[in-house]
C-alpha cells in the first residue's frame, strides 16, 4: 500500500480528489482501486521538548545555561496524539510512503520527522505541489521524485529549528532569570529572527522622535519659450553651498541669486531625447503582494497570508509562500485558458504576449504566485480573498499587456556670463499607457519623475533662452514614516540597505533577508503579542518595554551582535547553503551553540542590567540567589528568590522571615524558633518548626535540608525530605 502524507487536511482531499475520491476513513482517505491511502498533518504534529526536559528538578536554573541536548527529544502536540497513532498505524501496512509537505524546507521537516519518531525506514517519495488544481496534482504526481534528493533540504529546516530553540529559547531564559533577579517582572523574549526585526523598529521610532525640522530652500527660473509657452529649470545647487544633509539653508542667498538671474541670458549645454518602455510588473512573491495589500488595502502581512492560504487551499491561486517571481515556461501555454476562464481576455490583454516573466532556468523551488484558472464557484471566500484575489488577477492580466512606452528629455542650462551656474529641466511623456492605463499607483510613480516643467520642446546646444522670472521654493524636511506591514517586510527582505559595512552589504545584496516568506507575518504578529510592538492604524511602533529591551542589548558588546539584522541574515545565508550542500548541518550547529553560550554568559551578568534602576536582596535561604519583591494577590509585600524559590516576608523593604519557616506559636509577639537537634551534614544546630497543616519538623538553615522527627524518639532527626520537594516549598 502507497501512503501519501499530506501537510494538513485540505491538501489530502485535493490530492484524494485527483487520484479518483476515495472513501474517507478516520484521518485518512482510502483509495483501494490503485492501493493508496492519503492522510495528513495539523502542520508539526511533533514539537520539540523544551529546555526544562533536559535538566534535573524541572526547572531551569541559571547555572544550567545553555541548555544544550545531547540529542533532541520530540513529543506529539497537545491534541495531535490521536492523528500521530493513525499515521503509525497506517505506517504498518504501508509498503511506500510519499511526503506531500508543503513545497518548501518546513514542509519538507513536518513530514520527514514523523518517520523516524515512529520508526519508518522503508522506500520514501516525494510530491512536490505547486497547485492544488487536479491537473497540476496530476502532473506533480507524474513527476515524484526520491525523498533522499531533498535530505539536504531536510537539514536546512531541522538547523532551522534547532538554531531558534538553542538561540532564543536560552537566550530567554538567561535574559528573564536575570531580569527577574532585578525585579523587573514577567517573562522576556530574544529571538533569532524576532529580536533584529524589533530593533529595525526601535530604530526607525527612534529617528523619528529625534526629527527635528530644517527650513531649507529652493530656486526655479522660469525661461521664454519661442513657443511660447515658458520652460521651468531647477537651480543645481554647487556643493559648497549645501549642508552636510546635501540641502540649502541659507534664504536671503538665494532670494538674491534669484532677483539677479531675472533678465540674464541661458544657453543650453545639453540637451537628450530618449525613448524608453516599461514591462508590468513581475508577478507576487508573497512579501511583495504582503506589501501591495498593505499599501491597497490596509491589510496585515498576516491577514494577507491567511487570504493567499485561503486562495491557494480554494484551488484559485497556487502555492502562497514563495520568494521567487519568475514562471515556468510550460505554463505558458495555459495562460489563455486562465484568462478566458477569469474573464481577463479584455481591454489590451493578449494571451500570445510573453513578459520577461516566463523563464523556467530562473524559477527556484516556487515560482510566482498567479491565478491557477480553476473558478471560484462554490468557493467560500471572506472579504480579505476576495480582495487579495483581485490583486493577483490584476497582476496576472497585466502580464499580456503592451508595456508603457515613454519619452524623457532632459536640458542643462548655463548663464552666458558664468557657465559654473547651471540650471536642469526635465519632462517624462507617455507615448503608449499599456499596462499602466489602468493602474492608478502605476501612473502616481510617473507623477514622482516628473519635474515641475511641462514637456520639453527640441532644443539645440548653444540655444539661448531669457530668464523672465524667478521663483524661492521654502521646503521643510520631514520626518521618515513609521513602519508599516508591508514597509517592514519590504525593509526585512533588503537588509543589505540598512548596512553600513560595504563588504557586507555587497555580500547580503542578493541573497540575504530577516526571516522568510513563509515567517515574516508570523514574526511581526509574535513582536505584538509579546507587547514588544503596537499596531496604531497601520502603523508598527515598539512599546516602551520593546525599546528597552534593545537598549539593554546595545549596551554589552557580548549581547549587541543579536540586535543586529546582518547577523541573522548571515545565518539565513547559511540555511540556504545547507540546502545546496555548501555548509553541513553539524558545523552550522556547532557555531550556534558556541553563540548560545556566550550569548547567555553576557545576559547572565550582573552588570547587563544597571542595578541602581531596580532593588534587590540577598536570598537568605540558598545565599548565592538574589531575592526580588512582589506583591501578593491579597496586596500584600512579599521577597521570592529566583532560584531556590523561598518566599520571605517583607521586612522594611528587605526579605524578612521565610514563610515555611515562620514558629507556629501563638501571641502577638514572635519568638525565635527553638533549637532542634545537630545537622548530621555540619553539624551545627537545626531549628524546631511546623508545616502549615501544624506538622513538627526540622531544618537546617546553613544546609537548606529538613528532616520530619524521629519515630521513636521525636527530639532526633527521623526522615530527610526528598531535595526536590524541599525546593519547591512543598
Known sequence: MRL?????????????????????????????????????????????????????????????LPVIPAVFKLSPRPKAADQVKIIKSLLKEASEVVNAGDADREGQLLVDE???????????????????????????????????????????????????????????????????????????????????TLALIVDRDAVIKNFTKQDHYLLDIALSSPSGEDIVASWVIPEDYLNEDGLLLDQSLTQSFGLDLIGSNLAVSEFTCKPGTRSAPMPFTLGALQTAASNLLGLSAAQTLTAAQTLYEAKLTTYPRTDCAYLPEEMFSK?????????????????????????????????GIIPTGVLSEGAVLDSNAVRVFEIIKKSFAQLFMAPESFEVRQAKFVLSQDSSKEFAAQSRQVLVAGWTGNDQSAQAEDETFSSSSKYLPNLEKGQVFICNKAEVLSKETSPLKHYTDGTLISAMKSVHKLIDDPRLKARLKETSGLGTEATRAAMLEALIDKGYVDRKGRNLIATAKGAQLIG????????????????????????????????????????????????????????????????????????????????????????????????????????????????????????????????????????????????????????????????KNSKLLGTKWPIREEATGQ
Open 4 to 64: 501519501i502524507i499530506a501537510e494538513k487536511p485540505s491538501v489530502a482531499t485535493a490530492i484524494a480528489d485527483a487520484l479518483g475520491g476515495g472513501k474517507k476513513g478516520p484521518g485518512y482517505f482510502d483509495l483501494p482501486s490503485i492501493n493508496t491511502k492519503v492522510t495528513w498533518c495539523y502542520g508539526h504534529l511533533l514539537e520539540q521538548e523544551q529546555p526544562e526536559y533536559y535538566v534535573e528538578g524541572g526547572r531551569v536554573l541559571s547555572s544550567h
Open 114 to 196: 514523523l518517520f523516524p519518531f515512529l520508526g519508518w525506514t522503508g522506500k520514501t517519495s516525494r510530491l512536490w505541489l505547486s497547485s492544488l488544481d487536479s491537473e497540476s496534482v496530476k502532473l506533480a504526481l507524474a513527476k515524484i521524485k526520491q525523498n533522499s534528493e531533498y535530505a539536504r533540504l531536510y537539514d536546512s529546516a531541522l538547523a532551522r529549528q534547532r538554531a531558534d530553540w538553542l538561540i532564543s529559547l536560552n537566550a530567554s531564559i538567561a535574559l528573564s532569570r536575570n531580569l527577574q533577579a532585578m525585579g523587573e517582572v514577567g517573562a522576556w523574549s530574544i529571538g533569532r529572527v524576532q529580536t533584529p
Open 335 to 367: 495562460a489563455n485558458q486562465v484568462l478566458t476562464n477569469l474573464g481577463l481576455t479584455g481591454d489590451g490583454v493578449d494571451s500570445k504576449r510573453q513578459h520577461a516573466a516566463w523563464n523556467t532556468q530562473k524559477v527556484e523551488a516556487h515560482h
Open 552 to 711: 539593554w542589548l546595545r549596551k554589552d558588546d557580548g549581547t549587541a551582535i543579536f540586535a543586529q539584522a546582518a547577523t541573522t541574515a548571515l545565518q539565513e545565508d547559511s540555511l540556504a547553503d545547507i540546502a545546496i550542500g555548501r555548509l553541513t548541518l553539524d558545523s552550522f550547529l556547532e557555531s550556534v551553540k558556541q553563540s548560545a553560550t556566550s550569548l547567555c554568559a553576557a545576559l547572565l551578568k550582573a552588570s547587563f542590567i544597571d542595578p541602581s534602576t531596580v532593588i534587590f536582596s540577598t536570598c537568605p535561604a540558598c545565599l548565592g540567589a538574589r531575592c526580588v519583591p512582589r506583591i501578593s494577590k491579597a496586596g500584600n509585600a512579599y521577597h521570592a528568590c529566583t532560584e531556590c524559590q523561598a518566599r520571605f516576608a517583607d521586612d522594611s523593604g528587605k526579605p524578612g522571615k521565610r514563610f515555611e519557616d515562620s514558629p507556629q506559636l501563638s501571641g502577638a509577639k514572635s519568638k525565635p524558633a527553638p533549637k532542634g537537634p545537630v545537622c548530621s551534614e555540619c553539624n551545627k544546630p537545626t531549628i524546631s518548626l511546623k508545616t502549615k497543616s501544624d506538622k513538627p519538623y526540622f531544618r537546617c538553615m546553613a544546609c537548606q535540608i529538613s528532616w520530619w522527627p524521629g519515630y
